[in-house]
């Protein structure tokens, strides 16, 4: 299994970046997809994730800002960052739970892709 993310980069805040992780060597369709976040001496934390059927949920900090969303027939799950702030910079996971419920229980995931970096600068 691979998921391979990627879209991150340096951006101003207020600015958008559009995060993206396609997933191979699953069956997609099984799978509930999320992102997660690590900034620099913090722990990991639950940014977003997507069932199957489309059920999303999202941290506190981001809902209303990031958008999870998942295309089926490229095998690729997204993350739209709106109005970004300098807190939201850090290294950003995607990550597969078979037959997951969007949990933001790290935890509960399967497999993990290797990370892309957002910096958000003031």
């Known amino acids: 299994v691979q998921l391979q993310a990627s879209g991150g980069g340096l951006v101003q805040a207020g600015g958008s970046l559009r995060l993206s992780c396609a997933a191979s060597?699953?069956?997609?369709?099984?799978?509930?997809m999320g992102w997660f976040r690590q900034a620099p001496g913090k722990e990991r934390e639950f940014v977003a994730a997507?069932?199957?059927?489309?059920?999303?949920s999202y941290a506190d900090s981001v809902r209303g800002r990031f958008t999870i969303s998942r295309d089926s027939a490229k095998n690729t799950v997204y993350l739209q960052m709106n109005s970004l702030k300098p807190e939201d910079t850090a290294v950003y996971y995607c990550?597969?739970?078979?037959?997951?419920?969007?949990?933001?229980?790290?935890?509960?995931?399967?497999?993990w892709g290797q990370g892309t970096q957002v910096t958000v600068s003031s």
């Open positions: 997507v069932t199957w059927g489309g059920r999303t």
């Open positions: 990550a597969a739970d078979r037959y997951g419920v969007a949990s933001k229980w790290s935890r509960e995931y399967d497999y």
């Open positions: 060597g699953l069956t997609f369709r099984d799978y509930a």
